[in-house]
């Protein structure tokens, strides 16, 4: 039997950018992405916390400190809204013991501060 988990999420991001007459999708900064092990085109899900709004998209590599919602996605939030960026992945349940997810906690400048996994 697969559970779908968890694999990464960057925590607390703030919106840099709002681009909405691009085609679709979420821009974060490569380094975000690299350390959250987020690939560009994977889905993900975004759960505006300034404004209750959640949405799922694809990811698109970026610049330093950018948190972009492009396309339609760039109505479910503004510039300075924090936000969770969450990925997720299939686990076996013989595996579910061992999954830790990679937290990647951010700044307001979208920095990291801190990188954790699961429980830790």
């Not at 330093?64 to 919602?69: K, R, S, Y």
């Not at 492009?70 to 969450?86: C, L, T, Y």
């Not at 990679?102 to 429980?119: C, H, M, Q």
């Amino acid at each position: 039997m697969l559970y779908f988990m968890l694999k990464s999420k960057i925590h607390r991001a703030h919106i840099t950018k709002n681009d909405l007459n691009y085609e679709g999708s979420i821009t974060i900064d490569r380094e975000l992405m690299k350390t959250a092990e987020i690939v560009p085109y994977e889905m993900v899900h975004v759960y505006n916390i300034s404004n209750g709004e959640r949405f799922s998209t694809y990811v698109l590599p970026g610049e330093a400190g950018e948190i972009c919602l492009n396309g339609a996605a760039a109505r479910k939030g503004e510039v300075g809204d924090v936000v969770i960026v969450a990925a997720y992945t299939l686990v076996e349940k013989e595996k579910i013991g061992n999954h830790k997810p990679i937290i990647v906690s951010v700044n307001k400048d979208n920095a990291i501060e801190r990188i954790s996994f699961g429980e830790d």
